[in-house]
Structures are given as C-alpha cells and as structure tokens.
C-alpha cells in the first residue's frame, strides 16, 4: 500500500483487479493535464518522504528511542 500516492495525489492507486487498473490507466492516457499534475507532485513526494536526508533523520529518531 502506499496511502501517501492517494494523499499526495501522486497517481491513483487501485486494488489489484484488472477493471480498476484499467480505468485507471485510460484515465492516465486520455488526461495530460492529471499526468502532469501526479508526476509533480510524485516528484515531491519522493524529496520529502524519500530523500537520504529524511531517511537519515528517520533513523536517528528511531535509534534515539531504542537506547
């Protein structure tokens, strides 16, 4: 699952059944705009939740609280 994909509205994210990818995927094709708009904020998504930086400083906090 990736919860942050529908919050973020970074694409569209369905349950693994063959008519909701399918939509899905016309609705990708025939929606530049949206295409756009999801790669964007896909874009920032991933410097702010997968960065080293922040995986770095997700690590510290998680090491913090173990000692």
Do not use: C
Request: net charge positive.
């Amino acid at each position: 699952h990736f919860p942050l994909v529908g919050k973020m509205k970074a694409g569209i994210v369905v349950t693994p059944e063959a008519k909701q990818l399918a939509k899905a995927l016309d609705e990708l094709l025939s929606e530049e705009n949206k295409r756009k708009e999801y790669g964007r904020n896909a874009a920032k998504l991933i410097a702010q939740n997968y960065s080293m930086e922040h995986i770095g400083k997700t690590l510290l906090t998680l090491y913090a609280e173990i000692h």
